[in-house]
């Protein structure tokens, strides 16, 4: 059975920073690319960043580039979300996803992933 379970959710001020982990379960996780979505009620689901299975190549949407990065580290079966400069508009449920089929970080459609998190609260206060 696939697990994705996230955490590192919180309420943070403007110009702060959280990371996020999402640890994976009951697939090889190394063979997934891996990426972060978020998601405000009443708004559709938002791609945020992905990152290859080899952790080499990585992409982002432009709302977060130079201010999120995200990592993997395949020995722990988990992937990283660094979020720095946080703005209120940041503010969402983030959810972590694993795609087998596309093969690259450029899969910015959430329908093509194939396992899904819970998600976790992510709050910036102005």
Request: charged fraction near 15%; proline fraction near 2%.
């Amino acid at each position: 059975q696939v697990q994705l379970v996230e955490s590192g959710g919180g309420l943070v001020q403007a110009g702060g920073s959280l990371r996020l982990s999402c640890a994976a379960s009951g697939l090889t996780f190394s063979s997934y690319t891996m990426g972060w979505f978020r998601q405000v009620p009443g708004k559709e689901r938002e791609f945020v960043a992905a990152i290859s299975w080899s952790g080499r190549a990585t992409y982002y949407a432009d709302s977060v580039k130079g201010r999120f990065s995200i990592s993997r580290d395949n020995a722990k079966n988990t992937v990283y979300l660094q979020m720095n400069t946080l703005k209120p508009e940041d503010t969402a449920v983030y959810y972590c996803a694993a795609d087998y089929r596309s093969g690259s970080p450029r899969n910015t459609n959430g329908a093509r992933y194939d396992y899904w998190g819970q998600g976790t609260q992510v709050t910036v206060s102005s």
